[in-house]
Antibody, heavy 120, light 107 residues
Framework: QVQLRESGPGVVKPSETLSLDCAVS?????????WGWIRQPPGQGLEWIGS???????FYNPSLNSRVSISLDTSRNFFSLKLTSVTAADTAMYFCVRSIIHESSGYGFWGQGILVTVSS | SSELTQPSSLSVSPGQTANITCSGVKLDDKITCWYHQRPGQSPVLVIY???VRPSEIPERISGFISGNTATLTITGTQATDEGVYYCQLWGGNSDGVFGPGTKVTVL
């Protein structure tokens, strides 16, 4: 069973760049599927950040498009999220995910999430 | 705020049927999926491609599309079904959009 685990700093200063990694176990990210990021502010709903296909094609939430980038590192079997110019509104639990099939139709695998707080 | 609409909450008695709706955009060219999130846990995919259940999801959970409304139906509701249910759309300008979520309480 594929497993995902997020890692990165728990606190980021305003205006800086949030960088998170997702380590993937029991499956090669180069083999297929969409790999993505979703976030959830405390006490609120889910927000799709974006995804990357195993080929490297990326898809981003238009509301975050100018600040977000997702990349793959197939040699180390993880993928990454970068979100620039963060504000308090970016404080959230960040989840890394994998699509259940080889298309954008739902994420069947989730990491446990990592809480990132934007604070000086 | 989401372009999608879901009821904010729903109460259901054990053993009864819960219907959770998701609407707000034309669904003709969209694919819908549904997630269940229990407090303090990561969401779990319960329906994808409008009506397909992942292998570990019981048959009493189903999804369907009628017109511009997607519906998640839980029959024989159990205490373990409590939590928040989110719809998510794929296709066109709605790619990845989540609904606001419906909190289901089993009384």
């Amino acid at each position: 069973q594929v497993q995902l685990r997020e890692s990165g700093p728990g606190v980021v200063k305003p205006s800086e760049t949030l960088s998170l990694d997702c380590a993937v176990s029991n499956f090669s990210i180069a083999s297929g599927y969409y790999w993505g990021w979703i976030r959830q502010p405390p006490g609120q709903g889910l927000e799709w950040i974006g995804s990357i296909f195993h080929s490297g094609s990326t898809f981003y939430n238009p509301s975050l498009n100018s600040r977000v980038s997702i990349s793959l590192d197939t040699s180390r079997n993880f993928f990454s999220l970068k979100l620039t110019s963060v504000t308090a509104a970016d404080t959230a639990m960040y989840f890394c995910v994998r699509s259940i099939i080889h298309e954008s139709s739902g994420y069947g695998f989730w990491g446990q999430g990592i809480l990132v707080t934007v604070s000086s | 705020s989401s372009e999608l609409t879901q009821p904010s909450s729903l109460s259901v008695s054990p053993g009864q049927t819960a219907n959770i709706t998701c609407s707000g955009v034309k669904l003709d060219d969209k694919i819908t999926c549904w997630y269940h999130q229990r407090p303090g846990q990561s969401p779990v995919l319960v329906i994808y491609r409008n009506a397909v259940r992942p292998s570990e999801i019981p048959e009493r959970i189903s999804g369907f599309i009628s017109g511009n409304t997607a519906t998640l139906t839980i029959t024989g509701t159990q205490a373990t079904d409590e939590g928040v249910y989110y719809c998510q759309l794929w296709g066109g300008n709605s790619d990845g959009v989540f609904g606001p979520g419906t909190k289901v309480t089993v009384l």
